[in-house]
Every structure is written in C-alpha cells, then in structure tokens.
C-alpha cells in the first residue's frame, strides 16, 4: 500500500524513542511547501497514537499509515 502514495521527503526515525519522531517530523514539515508529503518511519509504539494526534493539533493532514515489519510508517502532508 505504503508504495503506492508519493512523497516528497522521509524522515527515518527507526530506533528513536517518543518524543524524537514527532520532533524531527515537525523540523521537516517546517522546511517543506503547502500540500508537499513526508514519509516517516519509525519503531517507537507511541508513534501510533502520537502521529494522529499531532497532525490533528498540527493542521497537518495524516494521509495515510501502514507498517512495514516492525515500522510504523506514516504519510503527512503538510497544510
């Protein structure tokens, strides 16, 4: 599924513990055009429940997200 949506940039955060993900996350949307989507990736747990929960406090749009293995993978475009 994940190969199937485009993206801009990714951001790997494998083996980053919360709240490191959202952290580097939010420093790439900072960098990035209205509409443009980054990949994340990460291993951290919570970042199934803190993904969402960002892009709804972010204004960002949670496009989609999947696993890969042990990945949580998360698409977010930027607002």
């Not at 951290?44 to 972010?58: E, L, N, R, S």
Request: aromatic share 6%; charged share 25%; with cysteine.
């Amino acid at each position: 599924m994940s190969d199937k949506i485009a993206f801009n940039v990714e951001v790997d955060a494998v083996g980053l513990n919360c709240p490191l993900p959202i952290l580097r996350t939010k420093k790439m949307l900072a960098t990035m055009q209205s509409g443009e989507v980054v990949k994340v990736r990460a291993t951290d747990a919570g970042a199934a429940h803190d993904f969402p929960a960002f892009a709804k406090q972010t204004g960002n749009e949670l496009v989609a997200s999947t696993t890969e293995g042990n990945v949580l993978v998360f698409f977010l475009k930027r607002r």
